[in-house]
């Protein structure tokens, strides 16, 4: 079974600083992973997605994610922070389930940026 | 803007009253999901279906039914309503041609009193 570990439940930045939210992974073959967030009141957005090749995905906002099938993670990381990139981050793992694309989530990290 | 439409919004409804969430998707993708999202266990899945005509069980569809009359809508009824059904609904849509790249709605909050 797959499944998804987010161990920080709630991170706090101060802005411009640099910014990594963890993520551990278990599934038995290459995972397709994923990075969503989420505002207050507001729906999931795509940020960055793996599904193979170069194990250092850039997504939106200035966002990157970077594989590592070693330690089984999908850190997210971006090296300055703005205000408006505080939010809750999930991270994901996918495969193709008993006929569907079976999508897993994480428990989410709330990020706070503080001035 | 194309994208997914969830109505209501929020919604107070009485333990044992029947509740249909709306979902309409105007982007012609095949497959859609219904999640809901509870404090500390993420998102879990209720139901989906990967074409019109065709649905199928998530991980937690007890008490839960959905219909895939057309593409483009995807209802998720409750049929008698009980309090742990409290939660905030999301639908989901995604294409076959990009495969697990989710487009969400700005989901339903629901309170079963």
């Known amino acids: 079974a797959q499944s998804v570990t987010q161990p920080d439940i709630h991170i706090t930045v101060s802005e411009g600083a640099s910014l990594e939210l963890r993520c551990n992974y278990s599934?038995?073959?290459?995972?397709?992973l994923f990075w969503y967030v989420q505002s207050p009141g507001q729906g999931l957005q795509l940020l960055l997605k793996?599904?193979?090749?170069?194990?250092l995905v850039q997504g939106i906002k200035g966002f990157e994610a970077e594989f590592k099938r070693s330690q089984s993670s999908f850190n997210l990381r971006k090296p300055s922070v703005h205000w408006s990139d505080a939010a809750e981050y999930f991270c994901?793992?996918?495969?193709?389930?008993?006929?569907?694309?079976?999508?897993?989530f994480g428990t989410g990290t709330k990020l706070q940026v503080i001035p | 803007i194309a994208g997914i439409t969830q109505a209501p919004t929020s919604q107070i409804l009485a333990a044992g009253r029947r509740m249909t969430l709306r979902c309409t998707q105007d982007m012609r993708h095949n497959a859609m999901y219904w999640y809901r999202q509870d404090l500390g266990l993420g998102l879990r899945l209720i139901h989906y279906?990967?074409?019109?005509?065709?649905?199928g069980k998530g991980e937690v569809p007890d008490g839960y039914s959905v219909s895939r009359a057309n593409t483009d809508d995807f209802p998720l009824t409750l049929a008698s309503a009980v309090p742990s059904q409290t939660s905030v609904y999301f639908c989901?849509?995604?294409?076959?041609?990009?495969?697990?790249?989710?487009?969400f709605g700005s989901g339903t909050r629901l309170t079963v009193v």
């Open positions: 279906s990967n074409t019109a005509g065709t649905t």
């Open positions: 793996y599904f193979s090749g170069d194990t």
């Open positions: 989901a849509s995604s294409d076959s041609t990009d495969s697990y790249g989710y487009t």
């Open positions: 599934y038995g073959a290459t995972p397709y």
């Open positions: 994901a793992v996918g495969s193709n389930s008993g006929g569907y694309q079976k999508v897993t």
